[in-house]
């Protein structure tokens, strides 16, 4: 199994950025699903970025375009590079892998101010 240990987080205005990392416990390599979801207030938690089978990427369609996720093997993290964020991106987000079953962060706060 995986810990995830998110960080980056934080207050921003809108139109800036921000790098979110997640460090895993294990060796990700092998990992075949691994990436980011986020959760707004009294809303479900959705889709941002994962890797796929490998490298193959899947965005949300409410950031594609915007954000990109990018990995580093050898030192078992995988980040989430945001530019131009907007107030609707403030959300909890957090770290997803999937070994067997499904493996979730703490999750790491982003407030975009307008």
């Known amino acids: 199994q995986v810990r995830l240990v998110e960080s980056g987080g934080g207050l921003v205005q809108a139109g800036g950025s921000l790098r979110l990392s997640c460090v895993a416990s294990?060796?990700?390599?092998?990992?075949?699903?691994m990436g980011w979801y986020r959760q707004a207030p009294g809303k479900q938690r959705e889709l941002v970025a994962v890797?796929?089978?490998?490298?193959?990427?899947n965005y949300g369609e409410s950031v594609e375009g915007r954000f990109t996720i990018s990995r580093d093997n050898a030192k078992n993290t995988v980040y989430l590079h945001m530019n131009n964020l907007q107030p609707a991106d403030t959300a909890v987000y957090y770290c997803?892998?999937?070994?067997?079953?499904?493996?979730w962060g703490q999750g790491t706060q982003v407030t975009v101010s307008s």
């Open positions: 890797f796929t089978s490998g490298s193959s990427t």
């Open positions: 997803y892998a999937k070994i067997e079953y499904d493996h």
């Open positions: 294990r060796s990700i390599f092998t990992i075949n699903a």
